[in-house]
C-alpha cells in the first residue's frame, strides 16, 4: 500500500510538517494518481467544506477529492449558516463534531483564524479534522504540497533546485508556504518582484533579487497572482504601475520565456491575470505547469484527506 500510513491531526500549516511527512504525501497524491484507492477502514464519512473567500480551484478539488475518496461531501456556505446568526466559527467546529462530520477545509480572510478551532479541538478532545484551505495572507497549504508535488514529478528531488518566487510577495499566503518547506527541502530560493511588495521577513529564505538576473538560472520560476482584492486602495504605491509595466519588467513573456533554461518549469498557483504575470499565449506553452498543478491538486488533496483521517 503506497498510499500515506502516516497520521496528522490537521493541516492547517507547513510550519509543522517535517521533510518526512511532505514527501509522505507527494508518495501518496502520486499513488492517488496511479488510481490507488485509499487505505482507509470502511464506514461513512463526512466532509464539510466552508469558503469564506472566492475559490475555484481549492474548492472544487476539495469537493472532487473528497468524492474520490468515497466521502459523503456536505457543502456549508458561510452566508447561509447559522454563522449568520452570531453563532461563533468554533461553536460551528464543535456543532459539525457532534453531528460526526471527519472533515472541514475552511478558507478564511482571517491570518490564524484557525487556532481557537484548534484550543476546542485540544480542550474538548474532538473528533473532526480541520484542513487550511487558506488563511489570508498567512499559509495555503494544500496549494504549496501540491506545487511541491509538480515540482517532484519533474526533478524527482528538491536538494540545490533553484527556485525564484516572483511578484505579489507581500499578500501571498503561497509564497509564505513555499519558501517554508522548499528551504527546509535543500531548495536555492530567490524572491523577485516590485520592491514595495517585498517583505523582509522573507530574507530567511533566500535573497531578493532583479528578475532579469535570475531568469536563466532557475529550475523553477513560480509566479505570484497579483491580488488586487487585498491592496489598500490608498496606497499609491499599489497603484503606481499598468499591467502593461508588471508585465513588461517582472512577468513571463515571450523574451524570458525564451531566456529560460529548456529544462525550467514555470508554476503558477491560479487565478491568472493573463499578460500580466503571464504572457496568454505562454500559460499552456510546453515549460508551464499551470493545468498540472490543477490536476495534481485533486490527489494532493486526497493524500492530505486520507493522512487527517488516519489519526
Ligand atoms: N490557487 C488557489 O488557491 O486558487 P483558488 O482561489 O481558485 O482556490
Known sequence: MESSAFALRNIVTVKELSNEQVLDLI?????????????????ARFATNMFFEDSTRTHTSFAVAEGRLGMN???????????????TLSDTFLTLDALGVDTLAVRHGEVDYYRPLLELQEASDLN????????GSGQHPS???????TIYEEFNHFDGLKVAIVGDLKHSRVARSNAQLLTQLGAEVYFSGPDYWYEDSYSQYGPYVAMDDITEKVDVMMLLRVQHERHDANSDSERSFSKEEYHEKYGINEARYARMKDSAIICHPGPINRDV??????????????VQQMHNGVFMRMAMLEAVMHD
Do not use: T, W
Not at 28 to 42: N, P, V
Not at 277 to 290: D, I, T
Open 27 to 43: 508518495k501518496s497524491g502520486q499513488a492517488f494518481k496511479r488510481g490507488q484507492k485509499a487505505d482507509l477502514e470502511e464506514r
Open 277 to 290: 504575470e503571464f504572457a496568454s499565449s505562454l500559460v499552456q506553452a510546453p515549460k508551464s505547469r499551470y
Open 128 to 135: 473532526i479534522h480541520l484542513i487550511n484551505g487558506g488563511d
Open 73 to 87: 461531501v456536505i457543502e456549508m456556505s458561510p452566508e447561509h449558516s447559522s454563522l449568520k446568526k452570531g453563532e
Open 143 to 149: 496549494q504549496c504540497l501540491l506545487d511541491l508535488m
